[in-house]
Structures are given as C-alpha cells and as structure tokens.
C-alpha cells in the first residue's frame, strides 16, 4: 500500500511539475486557477483520505506496537528482569509520522484551501504589466481586486451565482480579455449598456454629454522620458487624471472585426459605439497608448472579474502603496 501511494503521488507531483514548466516555457497556456482548483482538490481527497483512513490505520499500529510491548515488559518481569530495550516512544513516533507522500499533499491542504478561497472569492492580487493606465497604476503596481463586489462567480468557469453591487461608469475593472479570455486586462468603464460612447478629437462624451475634464501640469513618464498632456477627468462619482499625446493623431488606427463592430462607426476624428445590452465600454487612462474598446470592442458582463481598488506594493516606489480611483 505504501509503495503503491507513493508511486501514484509522484505521479501526480510530477504532472503538476511539467504542467508549471510547460507554462513557464511557454508550451501549454497556463491557467492558474484552474491550477489551484486541481491542487486543492487533490490534497482535500488526501486530507480526507489521512484523516479517516491512513492515521486510524497508523495509530493502530502504534497501539499494537505497544501493547507489544507491554506483554513482552510483563513476561520479563515474570523472569525477573526489569530493563527491556530499545525505545518504545521513538518507535511509537516513526509509525505515527507521516509518510512523504502526505506530508506533499494532506499536509498543504490548509494552506492551498485558504489561498484557493481567499482568490477565488474575496481579494486577487495581480501586478501591472504595461503603461496603458498611467497615471493611475504604473508598471510594477501590485495591487488588489475585490472579487466579490459585482457578486460572487463560480472560480475557472467565472459564472456568477450572486448578485452584488452593478459596475459603475468610472470603476477600475479587471476582466477577462475578449479576444484571449485566458488572459486578464484592467481598464476603466467608460459606457454601460445602453450607452452612446463617444471618443472624438479627444474629447470623451456619454449620450451626447462631454465628460467634464480640466487641463492639468504635464505628467512626465520616466519610462519613457516623455511629457504628456495631463488632465483632471470626472465620471459619474470618479474624479482622475488621464493622459493624452499631442504628437497621436484622434483616429483609431487598425479596429479589430469584433462582435457587435456594427454598433461603432469610425472617422478621422475617432470613434462612436453604443454600448450592447449585457456589454462594457473599457478605455485605458493613458488614451493615446491604451488597447482598448475601442480597437477590440466590448466586454460582456460574463468576463468581469472584479474591481481594482488598492496598490499594496511597488518594489521600486513604496510611495504608489494606497487606495485609487
């Protein structure tokens, strides 16, 4: 029995192993939380496995192993000696010590639950790969996502199963990117369904009403040592700064043919789409280096993944830790 947990146990180790290398190398497309959902269904089975079956088993025999011994003392003592060797506790803890194979799996189960838990349905920690919301999350911005203000979604498949709050225009949104769901993308919701969306010459309108904005000093990117026109951007309850580049021209060059495109019409001067029943209008802050909406199209509500709200560490600049907008 041993012998043969052993071998299934490395087995299993060793798929997770090429799995994690695979997607390292980048030969399989990773997904971890289908990942984490495999691992803790794995060491729960194990962890129940240990608990009603493999410690009863082991503690048996230690207490055979004891009882053992207590004849063996008894009938020695009956002969007149009174000192047996070897010792009876240490071997006692070698029977009941976990063999390796749980100790790899029922003895992680309560960490990877808890992980598997807290990611799946409250707080999910992801780092800023790209410069498209400048200024509001730089490169290198490790922050927080609440996972359970829109309502709560079933971890791998994202369905959701309960109702929370609705995604309000201004919201920082992590979501499933429409054209690679196996990838997450962070934006802001500039269009509800239902809504006209206009980004022409720069200048955002929703139903036909100018966002208000105020010009503010150049921010000045030390990435890329450039200097953008900055300014100060209200929707809805949100106030935040967005960037725009004067050397950009307003058209959006090299749309995508994405569901829905029928809704947008296209000119020199930028964009207009009505937002679809169901769907969000994502845009980036830094709007002139954003991948957005308005190249791919609209997010569908089933692709939410939850609300942005906190940078918990930059390792380059620990003065970016704190709540945004």
């Known amino acids: 029995m041993q012998a043969a947990m052993s071998a299934i146990t490395g087995a299993i180790l060793a798929a997770f192993l090429a799995y994690g290398l695979g997607w390292y190398t980048g030969y399989v497309e990773g997904n971890f939380a289908l990942l984490l959902l495999l691992a803790t269904a794995v060491t729960g089975a194990y962890w129940v496995a240990e608990r009603l079956y493999f410690l009863p088993q082991r503690r048996r025999a230690a207490d055979r192993l004891l009882a053992e011994h207590d004849q063996r003392k008894a009938a020695l003592e009956k002969q007149g000696f009174s000192q047996i060797e070897g010792d009876i506790d240490n071997a006692r803890q070698k029977i009941l010590a976990q063999p390796w194979w749980l100790d790899w799996t029922a003895g992680l189960f309560p960490v990877i639950c808890a992980v598997f838990l807290l990611r799946s349905f409250l707080f999910e920690p992801f780092k800023i790969p790209s410069g498209s919301m400048i200024p509001t999350l730089r490169i290198g911005d490790l922050i927080l996502v609440n996972k359970f203000h829109y309502g709560i979604r079933l971890p791998v498949v994202n369905t959701k199963v309960w109702d929370n709050h609705a995604l309000e225009r201004g ?155």
């Open 171 to 325: 919201d920082v949104v992590v979501f499933r990117y429409p054209p690679q769901p196996s990838l997450d993308y962070i934006k802001r919701v500039v269009g509800l369904p239902g809504d006209e969306v206009a980004y022409l010459n720069k200048q955002l309108t929703i139903n036909g009403q100018p966002v208000p904005r105020a010009a503010q000093p150049e921010f000045f990117d030390k990435d890329s040592m450039r200097y953008s026109q900055q300014w100060q951007e209200q929707l809805g309850s949100k106030t935040y700064h967005t960037l725009t580049d004067g050397d950009r021209p307003a058209f959006v060059p090299g749309a995508s043919q994405f569901p829905f495109v029928d809704n947008c019409r296209y000119s020199v001067e930028g964009v207009v789409c009505k937002v679809p029943q169901g769907h969000y209008f994502m845009m980036g802050d830094n709007r002139d280096n954003s991948l957005d909406s308005r190249y791919w199209g609209f997010v569908p509500e089933a692709n939410i993944v939850g609300k942005a709200f906190f940078v918990w560490m930059n390792f380059g600049d620990l003065g970016r830790i704190g709540s945004f907008q």
